[in-house]
């Protein structure tokens, strides 16, 4: 067993056979995310204008899907500018910083593959080898590096740019997704918890048909990790980041051509990525039940692409009802609320499963468990409307 | 739980009604009082009714309208009046449909039609001459190769 994976076509001797398969498999990610993104974008842009009442793009091709490669190709032939007071190197750096975690994170996804008894290993050219591209042993811990190392790409495009705007943009960015990143972290300890592996191919693999971690840990930390996967991303009701009324177009404001294509990509790509992790540490990645036997290989993808684009929907579903919120607000709900209840709710969950191995009464983990977060509720409530009166205190005397 | 609603609103929204109109291929009824291009009328016997006074000219806010008068010829003349319109041109690229020159015209030569489907490559093609403007024998406006008159075609 390697380092690098414990995907079974690397268990024994690495040959040229191998290393073919492991390009095409890059190859076949890499295409189908590109693909997907364009879609994603096109899907986005259509269903917005269906809950607005509007029609959205129909000109480029049939039902105007191939929208998002004629603005792509538009955005090419545009002048690529770099403002004189831009730092060049970080400049140009910055777009390809949150592109490529965005393709990393994807590689850990487990994308199909029949999980019920053959363990998710399907048989590529002869090759037994797992449906997804990479499985470190680390695997999530990655997801959360890659999602940290994104943020660095925004706050970076927004500092070298040179100029006001973007500067506020990153300042916002930063804070925001500091904010947020603790609660992410703590939901996804959670799923740790109730896996026991960082490994996606085994959350997948624990999970089963129906049996998902979505319902073993309460529903509680799925909730949390959309919210704050929504403030990862940048994505409406938290698009503080780049909201145009404000900050013109925030980070990407002296951005153009190719490389304001490249953020545009990455905050889609980034997007998927998101809704894959959900899909794959919350809801069972690519289980579900297999009803045509000839095709059994169909079945798992195409119960992780209807998983998938429920979720996606959600978040669209998201961006077009929820108002933007303000910055206290989103500083509030993530200090205040997300983060109390993520770690709360972690120790619950922990309380549960050591009153499952002790052997202890049920009834009263519950009850202990209900008082002592109803007292640190109160508690937390009264610390922070003390707080506020203190504040409003202090503004009193001036 | 009103952001609750919110979401069940925006969902109910997909599967109402589209309020957008598609323009090229569908077109909506233009206004009573659209203001499109210019024509320069006739009388029923064909003579112009522009008499050259330059109202028209002095009025508008673009500057656009260009109008230069000349006496009519005895032996031919052209508007029943003393003088005709000898050089009428109006430069769309600065007209902005007011319709003062409309107003000001005291023998109704110049009025709007509602054509408004017109679009020039070049500025030449964008300054409409007085045989460009001036209505054909049967009342009507002439069509220039770059304006769009498929129907409906709705004429005051």
């Known amino acids: 067993m390697s380092v690098f994976a414990v995907d079974p076509l690397l268990a024994g001797e690495v040959g040229l056979e191998v290393l073919a398969v492991v390009l095409f498999k890059v190859l076949v990610v890499f295409v189908l995310l ?80 029949d999980f019920t008894d053959k363990d998710g290993v399907i048989s590529l050219f002869g090759n037994d080898t797992y449906l997804q591209l990479a499985d470190p042993p680390i695997g999530l811990l990655l997801f ?90 940048n994505r409406p009701p938290f698009d503080l980041v780049e909201a145009e009324q404000e900050l013109v177009g925030g980070f990407h404001t002296e951005y153009s051509s190719i490389r304001f294509a490249l953020f545009y990509l990455a905050e889609f790509m980034n997007t998927i990525t998101i809704s894959a992790i959900v899909v794959t540490i919350f809801l069972g990645g690519p289980n579900g039940p297999i009803f045509i036997d000839a095709v059994a290989w169909l079945w798992p993808i195409l119960w992780f692409t209807v998983k998938l684009f429920a979720l996606l929907f959600t978040f669209i579903w998201m961006r077009a009802t929820l108002p933007r919120f303000r910055y206290d607000q989103l500083m509030d709900l993530g200090w205040k609320v997300l983060t109390p209840v ?57 | 739980m009103g952001y609750l609603n919110g979401f069940r609103v925006t969902f109910n929204k997909m599967f109402e009604d589209r309020v957008t109109t598609e323009y090229p291929e569908e077109k909506q009824e233009k206004p009573d009082r659209l203001h499109g291009r210019h024509v320069l009328n006739r009388y029923e016997d064909g003579m112009e ?16 309208i260009y109008v230069r008068g000349k006496d009519n010829p005895p032996d031919d003349p052209v508007s029943p009046g003393e003088r005709f319109g000898f050089v009428y041109e109006i430069n769309y690229l600065r007209c902005i449909h007011c319709d003062l020159c409309v107003e000001a015209c005291p023998t109704e030569a110049i009025t709007e039609s509602k054509l408004f489907e017109f679009s020039f490559s070049n500025r030449s093609d964008a300054i409409y001459t007085r045989d460009e403007l001036i209505v054909d024998d049967d009342g009507r406006p002439q069509q220039m190769p770059w304006e769009d008159w498929r129907p409906p075609p709705d004429w005051a």
């Open chain 1, 34 to 113: 590109i693909v997907s993104v364009m879609l994603m974008i096109w899907a986005e842009r259509k269903i917005i204008s269906d809950m607005q009442n509007r029609i959205g793009p129909t000109r480029a091709g049939p039902w105007g899907i191939l929208q998002t490669l004629a603005d792509g190709l538009k955005l090419i032939f545009k002048e690529d500018l770099i403002p004189d007071n831009a730092n060049r190197t970080v400049f140009k750096l910055a777009p390809l910083l949150t592109l490529v975690p965005a393709f990393l994170t994807f590689s850990i996804i487990p994308l199909g593959g």
């Open chain 1, 342 to 398: 993520a770690l709360g709710w972690l120790l619950f969950l922990g309380a549960r499963d050591v009153a499952n191995d002790r052997g202890w009464n049920p009834v009263l983990v519950v009850g202990v468990a209900v008082t002592a977060f109803a007292v640190f509720g109160a508690l937390l409530l009264r610390a922070v409307r003390m707080g506020k009166q203190v504040r409003e205190l202090e503004e009193m005397r001036g």
């Open chain 1, 144 to 233: 959360l590096a890659m999602s940290s190392v994104a943020v660095y790409g925004i706050m970076l495009a927004g500092w070298s740019s040179g100029s006001k705007y973007p500067l506020l943009g990153s300042v916002r960015a930063t804070s925001q997704m500091i904010s947020y990143e603790a609660a992410l972290g703590l939901t996804v300890a959670a799923v740790f918890l109730q896996s026991g592996s960082f490994s996606t191919h085994t959350i997948v693999s624990e999970q089963s048909v129906w049996q998902w971690n979505m319902w073993f840990t309460g529903f509680v930390p799925m909730a949390i990790f959309m919210i704050a996967a929504t403030a990862e991303l």
């Open chain 2, 49 to 64: 009714k522009c008499i050259g006074c330059e109202l028209c000219a002095a009025v508008c806010p673009a500057k656009c």
